[in-house]
């Protein structure tokens, strides 16, 4: 080897992926490369343009940019860029540019595909990179910005997916693949469940290759033998973003789309790629390859940093509210991944579960933690292997939550409480006291269990919890009228002359706490009028569409709840915002005590007006509930 590739080899130890294969592997590598010196100002690769190359920066800065010149990302020495048109097939999305003089080490198409094909750690490094130029909000592109964040997956899914069945032979598949000019099958077997069939797995021309050729297995074998079973589904409702955090996250390439009953469709890498061509919201950040909790952090912090711009395009609340919540659901599974690194598998099957705000899908910028850790009914806290191994991985993602600006929960509603970790069984007997004696904390935890979603593990665990408890809270009258009491306890800051109730003195004089009385109370009502139908939802505004649909709210009186809880959601995220842009990253938390003088004579007039509505939708429980005699 010569100097020069023994110099490569010594870099490329040092930069991954290629820092995680052997000694003896890397030293295949360096004559696939080749060299390239650019000046400063050189645009490497133009947007909309075809790039064959992926490029390793040796020395140097590139600055990634979008079509329209908004800067994206800043790559250094060891970063790589122009893989995502290699894996993609599509012409760059980006104009990359020297920003001083570089020297890159350049891996052709042909290269690149062995290298994918040779190595999986090469294969997972630049498949999750590629995908993490998911919709985190890192940067706006543009003012498109509010429709691809409201877009679905059932807009771009692929309508009719071709199937095969699994006792089809690889060579009938592949011929299938080739006529149909596909990447993918799904598989489908005649079954109970649906009458299209039931889907038992995916197969892809990757699992073709590694499978089925460099196994050296015959062409008759049985697709059943070579296919990934069982694959994960997503909803047609899923946002785009959301499906990318997803594939990003768990390596995906495909994704069946199922709404229930049939499968509807599939997704593919390429389609988001294709989505995000005209009006993408980029994120920078690369979660998939965050070990330090500094970095993670800053991912969290670069989204929330974004609200403003957002919130200034005209993206209403409830879009800002889900992508802040997508990017915190992002960051919880990468921390209890990186939990379980360290750990090891877990000892029983378990499930990662979030609360409050965070559970529906409502975050803003002054939530705290609210989780919970639903441990299959093997668990045994009697055993310290299992005890101990639960208490570490909690405290982990507690802890680390944290320091990613996710507060403590002030009532130590957590998975790092003992109290907050149980088998399925046992959250079960908790609920049910809780719902059957309702008052006091019972009442309160009560409540907040209404609100929970997996995010990590076996999120089926808190699928099977909801259903044991949910009909039993829909039944339980008293448990109603205590929830109604709740949601009326604190009124509005709403004088009887519509003038607005101030705080007179301390710390937040001359402000009104926008959530006690305002928000907090539509999320109050909306939970109550879910619970008493035995609704599955679980946002506040879907709540209410549904609470109507099922009679436990009027249609009028769920649509004025709908809008005064948008109005008030977006002054909160504005007000909240401007404390984050006013302090800066070591400042004062934001909270959510408004000064009226604050906003427009115009916001202050629909502040009063959602404030009425409240204030006249919670007098209207005391006609229907007992609040007033319940002690």
């Avoid at 877009?151 to 598949?173: D, F, H, N, W, Y």
Wanted: glycine residues 8%.
């Amino acid at each position: 080897m010569t100097v020069e590739l023994d110099e490569i080899a010594a870099f490329l130890a040092q930069t991954r992926p290629f820092s995680e294969l052997s000694a003896a592997e890397r030293a295949t590598i360096p004559p696939m490369f080749t060299m390239r010196y650019a000046r400063r100002g050189t645009e490497i690769v133009h947007a909309g343009a075809d790039n064959k190359n992926c490029f390793i920066i040796r020395s140097g800065l590139v600055d990634l940019f979008d079509p329209a010149g908004n800067l994206l990302d800043r790559r250094d020495v060891g970063d790589h860029f122009g893989y995502s048109t290699l894996l993609s097939g599509e012409p760059s999305l980006y104009t990359m540019t020297a920003v001083e003089d570089s020297l890159f080490l350049v891996i052709s198409e042909e290269a690149f595909a062995h290298l994918n094909d040779a190595f999986p750690q090469v294969r997972r490094y630049y498949g999750g990179e590629n995908a993490r130029i998911r919709a985190v909000a890192s940067k706006l592109r543009s003012t498109a910005a509010s429709e691809a964040l409201r877009t679905r997956v059932g807009e771009l899914a692929v309508a009719a997916p071709i199937t095969c069945t699994s006792g089809a032979t690889v060579r009938e598949a592949a011929q299938i693949m080739t006529e149909k000019n596909i990447s993918s099958l799904l598989v489908v077997d005649p079954g109970e469940t649906s009458s299209t069939g039931d889907l038992v797995g995916i197969l892809t021309d990757r699992d073709l290759r590694r499978r089925v050729l460099a196994q050296g297995l015959g062409t008759e074998t049985l697709v059943r033998e070579v296919m990934t079973p069982n694959p994960h589904t997503i909803s047609p409702d899923m946002l785009v973003f959301e499906a990318m955090l997803l594939m990003a996250e768990r390596g995906f390439h495909h994704l069946p789309v199922h709404d229930g009953t049939r499968v509807t469709g599939m997704i593919v890498i390429g389609d988001l790629l294709r989505s995000l061509h005209t009006d993408p919201v980029y994120a920078t950040a690369t979660l998939a390859r965050k070990s330090d909790i500094g970095e993670i952090a800053e991912v969290a912090d670069n989204a929330r940093r974004m609200v403003g711009r957002y919130l200034e395009r005209g993206v209403s609340a409830e879009e800002v509210s889900k992508l802040l919540t997508a990017v915190a659901d992002a960051v919880v599974r990468r921390l209890v991944t990186l939990a379980e690194e360290r750990l090891g598998p877990p000892p029983v099957p378990y499930a990662f579960a979030v609360l409050g705000s965070h559970g529906r899908g409502e975050m803003g910028l002054a939530s705290d933690q609210d989780n919970a850790l639903i441990l299959s009914n093997d668990y045994d806290p009697a055993n310290p292997a299992h005890s101990r191994y639960f208490a570490s991985l909690a405290d982990d993602v507690c802890g680390n939550l944290a320091k990613a600006g996710y507060p403590l929960c002030p009532g130590d509603m957590m998975a790092s409480n003992p109290a907050w970790r149980m088998s399925v069984n046992q959250w079960a007997e908790k609920f049910h006291g809780w719902i059957t004696a309702p008052d006091g904390d019972a009442l309160l935890h009560a409540q907040t269990f209404f609100d929970i979603r997996g995010v990590a593990g076996e999120s089926q665990l808190v699928d099977d919890l909801r259903a044991s408890y949910v009909p039993i809270a829909q039944n339980s009258t008293r448990l109603h009228a205590h929830l109604a009491k709740l949601a009326a306890w604190r009124e509005p800051p709403l004088g009887f002359f519509r003038g607005l109730v101030l705080e007179k003195g301390g710390d937040h004089a001359e402000t009104l706490d926008i959530k006690k009385g305002g928000t907090a109370a539509v999320v109050q009502m909306a939970r109550l009028f879910a619970v008493a139908a035995g609704l599955p939802q679980l946002s506040t505004r879907d709540r209410l569409s549904a609470g109507a649909g099922a009679g436990t709210v009027s249609r009028q009186g769920a649509q004025d709840l709908a809008d005064a809880f948008d109005f008030l959601c977006s002054v909160q995220l504005a007000h909240q915002e401007r404390q984050v842009e006013v302090a800066g990253p070591d400042g004062t938390e934001p909270d959510n005590h408004v000064a009226p003088k604050s906003l427009s004579r115009l916001e202050q007039e629909h502040l009063r007006d959602a404030f009425g509505v409240i204030r006249k939708m919670q007098q209207s429980l005391g006609a229907k509930y007992p609040i007033r005699s319940m002690s």
